[in-house]
């Protein structure tokens, strides 16, 4: 029996199979995640904007608040300047543009913020208010009260909507926090998607809320009309517009900077990129 060895040509594997363009590296020198700025984050579906670097408008519409207290601009924002909060809020009491029943169905929202716990006090980063009603459409509230101002290592994120039948839908960080303080900026996002009724907190690039599934149909968010917006606090802060007697919440103390506020839920990838950008200056 002999052996046979058949000889053959080699052939050599082709890298690209699917004749994909060429990638050149100086295309992404300078970017944070592919990007270059924080504005090309899904731009077609930014629904309103702070940026806080020249005023205190809303930038899409170029509103200004109608009432604010204990409110400044300074220095060392997370791009250009930044909001200051002493016990103070901005409220705008008109109804954004796109801020409709029709067209704001899922939604994303991102902040950044220097804040520390109180021990004593809740603090509404943000509301879609509904006027004279305690709870709005949209309630980004943070339990500051639930520990000293030396803890700031837990800051309990609590946020809330509210659905087709007035009712209310929540999520909260029961375990992951990200870090706070007054010499940190952290990043918080909020994302909404109507089709999967899921409700995410995310804090510094992380997901972080313990109880996204918050269902549908009669669970789904509603943007219930009129509305207005307030920016650290609820009307129970603001003089000339309390509607009943609570006083779990206080008007904020801290900074704020970089509102940004979706009509869609925005894929994992580009919230870390978000993150990632602000760190960047970017």
Not at 48 to 58: I, P
Request: charge should be neutral; aromatic fraction near 10%.
């Amino acid at each position: 029996m002999s052996l046979v060895i058949m000889g053959g040509s080699s052939c050599k594997k082709d890298g690209n199979p699917n004749n994909l363009p060429p990638v050149n590296p100086a295309d992404y020198a300078g970017t944070v995640d592919g990007f270059t700025s924080s504005d090309e984050i899904f731009p077609a579906n930014l629904v309103a904007q702070w940026t806080f670097d020249a005023d205190l408008n809303e930038k899409l519409s170029n509103s200004a608040p109608t009432q604010s207290a204990g409110q400044s601009l300074v220095d060392g924002g997370v791009i250009g300047k930044a909001l200051s909060l002493n016990a103070g809020y901005l409220y705008y009491a008109k109804q954004f543009p796109k801020f409709t029943t029709a067209s704001l169905t899922s939604f994303s929202i991102s902040a950044f913020i220097k804040i520390l716990n109180n021990g004593t006090k809740r603090t509404m980063l943000m509301q879609m208010a509904r006027p004279t009603i305690f709870n709005g459409n949209i309630n980004f509230a943070l339990n500051t009260n639930a520990n000293p101002p030396s803890n700031t290592d837990i800051l309990r994120i609590q946020p809330t909507f509210t659905t087709r039948t007035g009712g209310t839908q929540d999520n909260l960080n029961s375990v992951l926090s990200p870090k706070i303080g007054m010499d940190k900026w952290t990043h918080l996002v909020l994302t909404y998607e109507a089709t999967t009724g899921v409700f995410n907190i995310w804090g510094d690039g992380v997901k972080i809320g313990q109880f996204p599934n918050r269902g549908t149909g009669n669970n789904n968010f509603q943007c219930w009309e009129p509305n207005e917006f307030i920016i650290g606090s609820n009307y129970n802060g603001i003089p000339g517009k309390t509607v009943n007697a609570d006083v779990a919440f206080a008007p904020m103390t801290g900074q704020v900077d970089e509102i940004r506020i979706w009509d869609r839920s925005l894929p994992d990838a580009f919230i870390i990129a978000l993150f990632n950008l602000g760190k960047a200056g970017k």
